[in-house]
């Protein structure tokens, strides 16, 4: 199973909007409305950001939202703040019952 | 409070043999399924394994079948993963993860993870 592909960075101002593509096959992401978005700060465990696509966890920010598009998924971050600069990882459900990670953006404010 | 709480990391030497655990509080454990998740020393996130409620069900990263095994014991609260066969590109952050239960193949607590360095 191939991870999904993001860029590598992504870069905006406080108080911008930025967007982070995760691009997959037809076998995940396009197959499976069951993509999510972890946040990770250095040397902390991941942070489960938006799951399902586009569903915020209790306590997560309204300013991050998801969106899926045939075999491409997205993460928007409006109002960009200092504590946002982290990496951000999508992953997706596969046809073959396992989980595949994308290999993760990094965000510099 | 919610919490998971690895251990059994550390230096192995390749071919080696670890058996990961994993310890949660603050939740009703046998009612959540659970996951691995690895992180290689300033790579990405990889998923590694997951087990039902029940531990009925079990699935795979294909590049570690036959050489993972993941199991739990709800009596102890405990999930671990048993890996053998160890080689040098096995050294990662192990982390342990409950599965959200209203979200689908999504993990809503983390532990800290515990590390694996694979090395002669």
């Known amino acids: 199973q191939s991870a999904l592909t993001q860029p590598a960075s992504v870069s905006g101002s406080p108080g911008q909007s930025i967007t982070i593509s995760c691009t997959g096959t037809?076998?995940?992401?396009?197959?499976?409305?069951?993509v999510s978005w972890y946040q990770q700060h250095p040397g902390k465990a991941p942070k489960l950001m938006i799951s399902d696509v586009s569903d915020r966890p209790s306590g997560v920010s309204s300013r991050f939202s998801g969106s899926k598009s045939g075999n491409a998924a997205s993460l928007t971050i409006s109002g960009l703040q200092a504590d946002d600069e982290a990496d951000y990882y999508c992953s997706s459900y596969t046809s073959t019952t396992t989980l595949v990670f994308g290999g993760g953006t990094k965000v510099t404010v | 409070e919610v919490q998971l709480v690895e251990s059994g990391g550390g230096f192995v030497q390749p071919g080696g043999s670890l058996r990961l655990s994993c310890v949660g509080s603050?939740?009703?454990?046998?009612?959540?399924?659970m996951t691995w998740v690895r992180q290689a020393p300033g790579k990405g996130l990889e998923w590694v394994a997951n087990?039902?409620?029940?531990?009925?069900?079990?699935y795979y990263v294909d590049s570690l079948k036959g050489r993972v095994t993941i199991s739990r014991d709800n009596a102890k609260n405990s999930v671990y993963l048993q890996m053998n066969g160890l080689r040098d590109v096995d050294t990662a952050v192990y982390y342990c993860?409950?599965?959200?239960?209203?979200?689908?193949?999504?993990?809503?607590?983390w532990g800290q993870g515990t590390t694996v360095t694979v090395s002669s």
């Open positions: 087990i039902d409620r029940d531990g009925s069900e079990r």
């Open positions: 993860a409950r599965d959200a239960p209203d979200a689908y193949y999504a993990m809503d607590v």
């Open positions: 603050g939740f009703t454990f046998r009612s959540y399924w």
């Open positions: 037809s076998s995940d992401v396009g197959r499976y409305s069951y």
